[in-house]
């Protein structure tokens, strides 16, 4: 079973970057491919990036010119550094850890098989 705690997130101006980290424990964090999605009130849980076990790097479409995953296997941690930040983007940011690969199931919630608890951003304008 794997475990994953989010930290980050919080209040951000409008134009500003916004910095979350993703720490696992209880799995094997090099083999594991890890996710970023965001909810925001009434709407669906969006992709916005992954990174394979390889270290390929995968992003939304639309979001792809804001965003930066990377992650630290030392440290079993992930993170997502999103820019130029919109009212548009407040959501809550989760983290999640999947035992496959690839960017048709990675972009897709059904394609984790782990979850963290989410954090919330907020962007003010």
């Known amino acids: 079973q794997v475990q994953l705690v989010e930290h980050g997130g919080g209040l951000v101006q409008a134009g500003g970057s916004v910095s979350l980290s993703c720490t696992a424990s209880?799995?094997?964090?090099?083999?594991?491919?890890m996710g970023w999605f965001r909810q925001a009130p009434g709407k669906e849980r969006e992709f916005v990036g992954a990174?394979?076990?390889?270290?390929?790097?995968y992003y939304s479409d639309s979001l792809e010119s804001r965003v930066t995953v990377s992650r630290d296997l030392g440290k079993a941690t992930v993170y997502l550094q999103m820019n130029s930040l919109k009212p548009d983007d407040t959501a809550v940011y989760y983290c999640?850890?999947?035992?496959?690969?690839?960017?048709?199931?990675?972009?897709?919630?059904?394609?984790?098989?782990?979850w963290g608890q989410g954090t919330q951003v907020t962007v003010s304008s």
């Open positions: 209880g799995g094997i964090f090099r083999s594991l491919a």
């Open positions: 990174i394979a076990p390889s270290g390929r790097t």
């Open positions: 999640a850890a999947s035992h496959n690969d690839g960017i048709l199931v990675l972009r897709i919630p059904g394609g984790y098989n782990y």
